[in-house]
């Protein structure tokens, strides 16, 4: 990290959506340049430099909350800014030259605006008008994170949508949209520039498990990867291209608070971290411009909160020079900060009327890790974070995150009342945002309660509720992936019945993760494919109006899905005929997935023994060179091996409880007996010790005949 950059705080406004603050192009090379912000307050500011002091130009009055804002005109200084489902533009001195209703029905979660198009999503819809006209349009079916339009031509346009089934598409008028399937979800799309050229074939990719990249859009009208970082981390929710200092850079934005500086790859390098700062809340929008003073470039970034600040290269000497200058100013707006801050809390004690309660502004995410198969739960709020409670009617397992520093408190619970889980975190003063990580039971399908108080607003209390889906820790999969690994033996399950394609979507939806807004049909046919994250057993689903069929490796699966079905199917006075078949081999195919970690985590384990030993040892002042060389191996890779156990203590007794539910499954299709856990794991005890494939399969299927083999059955097409 090469790069001096520093911190200074500009001007707060209310609660920011992502991509709702854009920087004007210059009038001249390296002067200050204008910014536009837009807030959940509905309220459109622009702000520049004059006379060294960061001044408002233009504000809006309040409205709906601004979702999106763009920047076009000629010159790219006409603004847009999105309101539920209307879009305003606004010359950069406040007037108001466009009110125009999209009359799509849901609110504008992305925009851009190309010339005389404007293109705009809601949910799974793509809407491009051109003049205020309708011109073409798309529904993708999976939710749309983000939208850019690039020339094709004088006539026609190029849409690249980035869609939650890990896809970006590529529409050019109505012809089929090209399809480029990436390693996970796309959140970003921003065009790669220079200064205020914008390139018209590359875009940069951000995705939802915190990787970048770089796309070319060909002439025979597909994208190609030029590269993409296989990093992984917090999502990424802000892009740009800016020269910060010798050479192109990248500006990343997290959802973790983190910004990065990377240098721009050239043919021969790959990017390089040169910046990193923790803004302790989740960036909105971050865009490279000079801002502070003219000949200084720097990052501007704008927080979910509100709060805009600046990572500017000029020296911090002369940053100092202009405080002490100021310093008497800076007092006098302290005074005024906590003035309002006394009245605040003042208003914050009268009694709230039930009937217009005060409300808390929310960000949330819950998002699947799936290396060790568990969630990552983010809490934000625009002010400090009071108490956060945690409530689920199904069993959760709250794990430990080194970057939480909040007290938690576990209350007893009554799992025949419907509580499983029930815990406080305390937060810190001045906590904004809050990272926890739990994990989910297969099977186990329910609702997760989370309430937050502020500790400004004591008194107001925001709820939200988090479904759980009954075969939570399974990870989507698409066609035009590769299907090595789906390679079977299948347990079948087969569903007749009056039903639609509609309902039986509506159903899986409660079973799957991550199902599509609405079902893709192919001949009036729908497929769905999982890999489980954390077996890697693999689920196929392929329904129609009246039937359904459903492939699973995984017997556990299987079951869960004709339990959930024939419930729902009850509910609505539904008649259903159910057909199973089950594959003696599926067993065979299941072990082989576990026992590689089941052997792996059992060497972890014992690993870790020896270590504890050796450090009673080292603390009788034994010399380590009187240990073997394995020991003094050992011991040189201590600190990885406990930070993997850490990662996931109770491994090996997860991996148990698999092949223990496994065997109950097993016993309930194939013999129609019921057992309890409790008295599969006492039958499954000595081979699990073994953890030999042979007698795990003899404990199965309780005969000496060979099980056939997993590959003597033909794989999914």
């Known amino acids: 990290m090469t790069l001096p950059l520093s911190r200074i705080d500009y001007v707060a406004v209310g609660v920011t959506s992502r991509g709702t603050t854009k920087i004007f192009s210059a009038t001249e090379h390296r002067q200050t340049q204008k910014f536009a912000v837009g807030d959940h307050d509905g309220v459109l500011h622009v702000y520049g430099m004059k006379k060294g002091e960061l001044q408002m130009s233009f504000k809006s009055l309040p409205g709906p909350k601004i979702t999106k804002l763009a920047l076009g005109g000629t010159a790219r200084d006409k ?32 925009m851009y605006v190309l010339g005389p198009n404007l293109a705009a999503c809601a949910r799974d819809l793509y809407h491009r008008y051109q003049d205020c006209k309708d011109a073409d349009s798309y529904l993708a ?10 020339p094709a031509d004088s006539s026609t346009i190029y849409a690249l949508l980035a869609c939650g089934d890990c896809a970006i598409r590529v529409l050019y008028g109505t012809k089929t949209p090209a399809v ?24 940069l990719l951000g995705t939802m498990d915190g990787r970048i990249g770089l796309l070319i859009l060909q002439g025979n009208k597909t994208l190609r990867i030029t590269w993409l970082l296989n990093m992984t981390g917090s999502e990424v929710t802000s892009l740009d291209t800016y020269e910060l200092q010798d050479g192109m850079d990248i500006l990343i934005g997290r959802q973790d608070g983190t910004v990065e500086v990377y240098t721009f790859p050239d043919e021969d390098t790959l990017p390089s971290l040169r910046f990193r700062h923790n803004a302790s809340e989740s960036i909105s929008s971050v865009a490279g411009g000079v801002i502070g003073a003219a000949g200084y470039p720097e990052v501007l970034v704008t927080t979910y909160s509100g709060r805009i600040f600046g990572l500017t290269t000029r020296p911090p000497g002369l940053l100092e020079s202009d405080q002490n200058e100021g310093i008497a100013k800076l007092k006098a707006e302290i005074q005024q900060l906590q003035e309002k801050l006394n009245e605040e809390k003042e208003t914050a004690n009268f009694t709230v009327d039930p009937l217009a309660p005060l409300i808390l502004s929310v960000n949330h995410r819950m998002v699947l890790n799936k290396e060790d198969a568990s969630y990552s739960l983010s809490i934000e709020l625009d002010t400090p974070i009071d108490n956060i409670l945690i409530q689920s009617d199904t069993p959760i397992a709250l794990l430990d995150v080194e970057s939480n520093s909040a007290v938690v408190s576990l209350s007893a619970c009554n799992p025949k009342e419907g509580n499983f889980v029930l815990a406080t975190y305390r937060c810190q003063v001045n906590i904004n945002h809050l990272e926890m990580r739990l994990r989910t039971i297969e099977g186990q399908p329910g609702t997760l309660q989370i309430y937050v108080t502020s500790q400004v607003q004591p008194k107001c209390c925001r709820r939200i509720s988090i479904p759980i889906s009954a075969l939570s820790l399974h990870v989507r999969q698409y066609e035009d992936d590769s299907t090595e690994s789906v390679c079977g ?22 079973v799957l993760p991550n199902i599509p807004e609405r079902p893709h049909l192919k001949d009036g046919e729908a497929v769905l494919t999982y890999v489980s994250s954390f077996v890697g057993t693999t689920l196929k689903c392929t329904y129609k109006k009246g039937n359904a069929v459903f492939l699973g490796e995984n017997i556990s699966s299987i079951l869960i899905l004709r339990d959930i079905l024939t419930r729902e199917a009850t509910k609505r006075k539904i008649k259903l005929d159910v057909f199973s078949d089950t594959s003696d081999a599926s067993i065979s195919r299941v072990l082989e997935l576990v026992l590689p970690r089941l052997n792996a985590a059992h060497e972890l384990i014992t690993k870790v023994k020896i270590l504890n030993v050796l450090e009673e040892w080292e603390l009788k002042e034994n010399p380590k060179e009187t240990l073997c060389s394995e020991y003094q191996e050992l011991l040189q890779t201590e600190t990885e091996i406990k930070s993997q156990m850490t990662k996931d203590n109770a491994i090996l007794d997860r991996l148990h409880a698999v092949i223990t539910d496994l065997y109950v499954d097993w016993e309930r299709a194939k013999r129609a007996r019921r057992l309890t856990s409790k008295d599969a794991a006492e039958k499954l005890s000595a081979a699990l010790e073994t953890r030999e494939l042979a007698q795990l399969l003899q404990a199965f299927i309780n005969t000496n005949s060979t099980v056939p083999a997993p590959s003597s059955t033909p794989s999914i097409t």
Do not use: C, Q
Not at 81 to 109: C, H, Q
Not at 141 to 150: A, F, P, S
Not at 493 to 506: D, N, P, Q, R, Y
């Open 79 to 110: 603004i847009f800014i999105a309101l539920d489902n209307t879009v305003r533009g606004y010359t950069k001195k406040g007037k108001l030259f466009l009110d125009f209703d999209t009359n799509l029905i849901d609110p504008v979660s992305a």
């Open 489 to 510: 033996p299948f347990n079948e399950l087969k569903v007749i019945g009056s039903f639609t394609v509609a309902e039986m979507h509506a159903w899986l939806s409660l």
């Open 180 to 203: 480029l399937r990436l390693p996970s979800v796309p959140t970003v799309l921003a065009l790669y520039r220079e200064g205020d050229v914008e390139s018209k074939d590359r875009v």
């Open 141 to 150: 079916g999976e939710t749309l994170y983000d939208v850019l339009l690039l």
